[in-house]
């Protein structure tokens, strides 16, 4: 079965600094994509970088990149150049694709982000 | 990005009483999906919901209780049945982009329900 492992529950960085949020899963599809969300107090869920297993290249999107490694089975999130507007809970996700492929997500535990001034 | 609109944003319900949670999505997706966050905690799936058929529900989620509705491909209702305290949640649709399964999931801004 899928799953998620986020075992970071909470971290600080300070301002302007990089930081790494881990994520491990384990999946036996050898197709399936990975997402991350940050999820500000207000509850909204916002889309941040998405990884598919084929692709060759880590993804990146602005400030946020995915540390891709598939033989680990890791997909960490980098922020580079914190912000206090980056202060957030944020998920790892992952959708199965293939035959199997029903869309849905299945999500780790969550990260809180703490960005320090 | 699809845009996707939920309401209400929040809301508080007396226990025994029922809520309807409306989703609209701004192009035809083909499935579309609800999910449940209790307090700290992470999402739950509670059931897929595609169009013209009875929706798929995941384990420990029951149609009498959340039971959905999916009339077009833009649009889906989850309602929160006799609700107890322990249905106080946010809840999120999400859907992709696009009639097939993508790189893409989105969300619409949640409701975050307390029930009293």
């Known amino acids: 079965a899928q799953k998620i492992t986020q075992t970071q529950p909470g971290m600080f960085v300070q301002e302007k600094e990089a930081v790494t949020l881990d994520c491990t899963y384990d999946?036996?599809?050898?197709?399936?994509?990975l997402f991350w969300y940050k999820q500000p107090s207000s509850g909204e869920m916002i889309f941040l970088i998405y990884q598919g297993s084929y692709d060759q290249q880590n993804a990146t999107e602005g400030r946020y990149s995915l540390n891709f490694q598939k033989a680990r089975k890791s997909a960490n999130l980098v922020i580079s150049a914190s912000q206090l507007g980056d202060s957030a809970m944020y998920f790892c996700?992952?959708?199965?694709?293939?035959?199997?492929?029903?869309?849905?997500?299945?999500f780790g535990q969550g990260t809180t982000l703490q960005v320090k001034p | 990005s699809a845009v996707i609109s939920q309401k209400p944003s929040r809301d508080i319900c007396q226990r025994g009483t029922s809520l309807t949670i409306q989703c609209q999505v701004d192009s035809q997706v083909t499935m579309m999906f609800w999910y449940r966050q209790q307090p700290g905690q992470s999402l739950t799936l509670i059931a897929t919901?595609?169009?013209?058929?009875?929706?798929?529900?995941e384990s420990g989620f029951v149609i009498d209780k959340f039971p959905i509705s999916r009339p077009n491909l833009t649009f889906s209702t989850l309602t929160v049945s006799n609700m107890s305290p322990e249905d106080s949640s946010i809840y999120l649709c999400s859907s992709g982009k696009g009639k097939t399964v993508n790189t893409e999931a989105f969300f619409g801004q949640g409701t975050r329900l307390t029930v009293v």
């Open positions: 996700a992952m959708r199965e694709g293939g035959s199997s492929n029903t869309g849905k997500l299945i």
């Open positions: 999946t036996s599809d050898p197709s399936y994509g």
């Open positions: 919901a595609n169009q013209g058929s009875e929706a798929t529900y």
